[in-house]
């Protein structure tokens, strides 16, 4: 995970961000849930985040979890896409 947040940091310290560039960093991240497990909080009625890495700014590295029959609406989907 800290190779993960290294390149995200370096990637938006620059004032032109290249989301493509962003994209293929997150989706090249080989999962380890030793990296993320003491971010991984679970509610029984909604959903939880929990923050990774406050970032520059530009940006919020972040954990989503819930749990079967919980989710998140629409305008949440926006945003977590953005």
């Not at 290249?18 to 993320?36: C, G, H, Q, T």
């Not at 497990?37 to 929990?50: C, E, G």
């Amino acid at each position: 995970m800290e190779s993960l947040i290294s390149q995200v940091r370096q990637m938006f310290e620059s004032d032109s961000i290249n989301a493509n560039e962003v994209m293929r960093i997150l989706e090249n991240y080989k999962s380890d849930p030793v990296d993320w497990q003491q971010y991984v909080i679970f509610d029984p009625h909604r959903y939880t985040r929990s923050l990774v890495d406050i970032g520059n700014g530009k940006y919020n590295l972040m954990i989503l979890c819930w749990g079967p029959g919980t989710g998140i609406s629409m305008t949440m989907r926006a945003q977590t896409a953005m």
